[in-house]
């Protein structure tokens, strides 16, 4: 038979699944493994800080401190973290006399 260029696949539709690899099937597996853990330690790289708090994360490793003030997204870097209201204000009128 002559080449003509054009692919035939014998069997029907199921053959024209590539064969298993099962260095792809592994790698694949291994990526949703560790997909899987980042969501799971997603909350332990970044923490949300609202703007009535104050926060300090301590560093895993080192044992550093960090205060933030400032609301927003901050670094937590699976370090430890404490939250703490901040204290109200309140101007009083002073008294004479």
Same mark, same amino acid.
């Given at each position: 038979m002559p080449? *003509?260029?054009? *692919?035939t696949?014998?069997?029907? $539709?199921? &053959?024209?699944? %590539?064969q298993l690899n099962w260095r792809r099937i592994f790698l694949a597996g291994l990526a949703f493994v560790i997909l899987? $853990?980042?969501? $799971?330690? &997603?909350?332990?790289?970044f923490v949300h800080l609202d703007a009535d708090q104050i926060m300090v994360i301590q560093a %895993?490793? &080192?044992g550093q401190l960090t205060w933030h003030t400032n609301p927003g997204l901050k670094w937590q870097g699976f370090?430890?973290?404490?939250?703490?209201p901040k204290n109200k204000v309140e101007a009083h009128a002073g008294r004479s006399g």
């Open positions: 080449d *003509t260029g054009i *692919t696949y014998i069997g029907g $539709a199921g &053959s024209m699944l %590539p899987l $853990a980042v969501l $799971a330690l &997603s909350g332990e790289i %895993p490793f &080192s370090g430890k973290v404490t939250k703490y």
